[in-house]
């Protein structure tokens, strides 16, 4: 089923550096990994080691509260290594691709023990979709309203008759509702969709894939090939030619980083030049995406890649100076009236950074979150709530609504620069783990 919806609470934020319509094939990158923490709740359980040969859609990690649920090798190759963080924990298993004609023996078709599975995620939490939950319906945005982000109509070019055969595989478990958002961001956020058609109730379930994964489970089911193909923005402030990079998912961005980053010394700290303090590499959205080595990989679920300036040197006098280039939602500065004059020569916002141009303070009651979340919520109660870990308060809220990144623009406008978005999420993580108990 199709549908559009019009958002009118929002904001758009004039970013610079959108990636120009040329797409180039970086398919050839030689090393790959695959991420157990960008996936909720997933507590991964080893199935390879290193040294070990795999293939591409061959399970390398399953969950151990799930064994059904796993997640794949994305290219055919060798284990390069397995890396773990702070008390053991599993962080990356890197995986090095060699020419291969292996490839997974498995039946085609859209199931639980199929690779393109942890491609469709479960609300509430945003964990991988439980196959023992009947969905009420499956979403899929046709618009990604981030800042800078792919247009979708654009990445999926030539893959309709793919995307046709995903949604044929979806729509054996639920209805599944193509929905194109107009309106300002959020609007093409999941969340912001399902507010606006059927909202979600305790103990309901709603499965959403991302319109690129879409067509991935279509070739599966078509070919029994595992690609996990994507074609990602590659842009921002300090990107030196913003294009396109058609990627298999878990991609190094070093190649391409190397091809975008100004300073070709970066990150070279020996170099006078070097930009090492001065340019955030982020895999996802600027909102809600995280920040990786310039070596770092793609995010499983992210489809563009943001170059930032760090925005780590003293800006004299700060917020006592006009700000005629700087972006202000509360009309801080002077560019906050820029909308309103008449004049289209007017400087717009252009300087943007990591900075968030204040210190950590008290969490105030504003009123101007309601501008930019256009849900049917009061988020700054909701937030509270969360700070206070009263659940059943954020029950009555609407907490099952929401995930982390609704909150994003919230959280970019805060005057209190609180992390709205972890807050979100660790009051969504003791709702899950209660939920599992």
């Given at each position: 089923?199709?549908?559009?919806?019009?958002?009118?609470?929002?904001?758009?934020?004039?970013?610079?550096?959108?990636?120009?319509?040329?797409?180039?094939?970086?398919?050839?990158?030689?090393?790959?990994?695959?991420?157990?923490?960008?996936?909720?709740?997933?507590?991964?359980?080893?199935?390879?080691?290193?040294?070990?040969?795999?293939?591409?859609?061959?399970?390398?990690?399953?969950?151990?509260?799930?064994?059904?649920?796993?997640?794949?090798?994305?290219?055919?190759?060798?284990?390069?290594?397995?890396?773990?963080?702070?008390?053991?924990?599993?962080?990356?298993?890197?995986?090095?691709?060699?020419?291969?004609?292996?490839?997974?023996?498995?039946?085609?078709?859209?199931?639980?023990?199929?690779?393109?599975?942890?491609?469709?995620?479960?609300?509430?939490?945003?964990?991988?979709?439980?196959?023992?939950?009947?969905?009420?319906?499956?979403?899929?945005?046709?618009?990604?309203?981030?800042?800078?982000?792919?247009?979708?109509?654009?990445?999926?070019?030539?893959r309709e008759h793919e995307f046709e055969a995903g949604l044929k595989a979806l729509g054996t478990f639920a209805e599944v509702h193509c929905v194109r958002a107009e309106g300002p961001h959020p609007a093409g956020n999941i969340g912001t969709i399902i507010a606006a058609l059927?909202?979600?109730?305790?103990?309901?379930?709603?499965?959403?894939?991302?319109?690129?994964?879409?067509?991935?489970?279509?070739?599966?089911?078509?070919?029994?090939?595992?690609?996990?193909?994507?074609?990602?923005?590659?842009?921002?402030?300090?990107?030196?030619?913003?294009?396109?990079?058609?990627?298999?998912?878990?991609?190094?961005?070093?190649?391409?980083?190397?091809?975008?980053?100004?300073?070709?010394?970066?990150?070279?700290?020996?170099?006078?030049?070097?930009?090492?303090?001065?340019?955030?590499?982020?895999?996802?959205?600027?909102?809600?995406?995280?920040?990786?080595?310039?070596?770092?990989?793609?995010?499983?679920?992210?489809?563009?890649?943001?170059?930032?300036?760090?925005?780590?040197?003293?800006?004299?006098?700060?917020?006592?100076?006009?700000?005629?280039?700087?972006?202000?939602?509360?009309?801080?500065?002077?560019?906050?009236?820029?909308?309103?004059?008449?004049?289209?020569?007017?400087?717009?916002?252009?300087?943007?950074?990591?900075?968030?141009?204040?210190?950590?303070?008290?969490?105030?009651?504003?009123?101007?979150?309601?501008?930019?979340?256009?849900?049917?919520?009061?988020?700054?109660?909701?937030?509270?709530?969360?700070?206070?870990?009263?659940?059943?308060?954020?029950?009555?809220?609407?907490?099952?609504?929401?995930?982390?990144?609704?909150?994003?623009?919230?959280?970019?406008?805060?005057?209190?620069?609180?992390?709205?978005?972890?807050?979100?999420?660790?009051?969504?993580?003791?709702?899950?783990?209660?939920?599992?108990?």
């Amino acid at each position: 089923m199709n549908h559009t919806i019009k958002i009118k609470k929002g904001l758009d934020i004039p970013l610079g550096g959108a990636a120009a319509r040329e797409t180039l094939d970086a398919r050839s990158i030689g090393r790959y990994a695959v991420k157990p923490p960008d996936v909720v709740g997933f507590v991964p359980r080893l199935l390879v080691a290193e040294g070990d040969s795999v293939v591409a859609g061959q399970p390398v990690v399953a969950d151990k509260n799930d064994p059904r649920l796993t997640l794949p090798s994305p290219v055919s190759g060798v284990v390069e290594a397995i890396v773990r963080g702070e008390k053991r924990k599993l962080l990356e298993i890197v995986i090095t691709s060699q020419a291969s004609k292996a490839s997974l023996a498995s039946k085609a078709g859209l199931s639980p023990d199929s690779p393109v599975w942890w491609m469709i995620k479960e609300r509430p939490f945003g964990s991988i979709a439980n196959p023992d939950h009947k969905p009420k319906g499956i979403f899929i945005s046709l618009r990604d309203t981030n800042p800078l982000a792919p247009d979708l109509e654009y990445a999926l070019r030539g893959r309709e008759h793919e995307f046709e055969a995903g949604l044929k595989a979806l729509g054996t478990f639920a209805e599944v509702h193509c929905v194109r958002a107009e309106g300002p961001h959020p609007a093409g956020n999941i969340g912001t969709i399902i507010a606006a058609l059927d909202p979600i109730n305790k103990g309901e379930y709603i499965w959403s894939v991302n319109a690129q994964d879409v067509a991935n489970i279509g070739r599966w089911c078509i070919t029994s090939e595992y690609r996990p193909e994507r074609i990602i923005a590659v842009g921002g402030p300090a990107a030196k030619t913003p294009k396109h990079y058609r990627v298999i998912c878990g991609a190094c961005l070093k190649q391409i980083t190397d091809a975008q980053l100004i300073d070709p010394d970066y990150p070279n700290l020996a170099s006078p030049t070097s930009m090492a303090s001065s340019t955030r590499i982020i895999s996802g959205s600027v909102l809600s995406g995280t920040q990786v080595a310039p070596d770092g990989f793609l995010g499983m679920y992210d489809q563009q890649v943001l170059l930032m300036p760090e925005g780590d040197h003293y800006e004299f006098m700060g917020w006592l100076m006009p700000g005629l280039k700087k972006f202000s939602f509360h009309k801080t500065f002077l560019s906050g009236f820029a909308r309103l004059l008449p004049i289209a020569h007017y400087p717009l916002p252009t300087e943007f950074n990591t900075n968030t141009h204040g210190s950590v303070r008290p969490f105030l009651f504003t009123g101007q979150f309601e501008r930019v979340f256009p849900f049917d919520i009061y988020p700054q109660q909701l937030i509270k709530a969360c700070i206070v870990g009263d659940v059943e308060l954020q029950e009555k809220l609407g907490i099952y609504e929401v995930e982390p990144e609704d909150f994003a623009l919230c959280e970019f406008i805060d005057p209190s620069k609180t992390e709205i978005q972890t807050i979100i999420r660790e009051a969504l993580e003791v709702l899950r783990k209660e939920a599992m108990a």
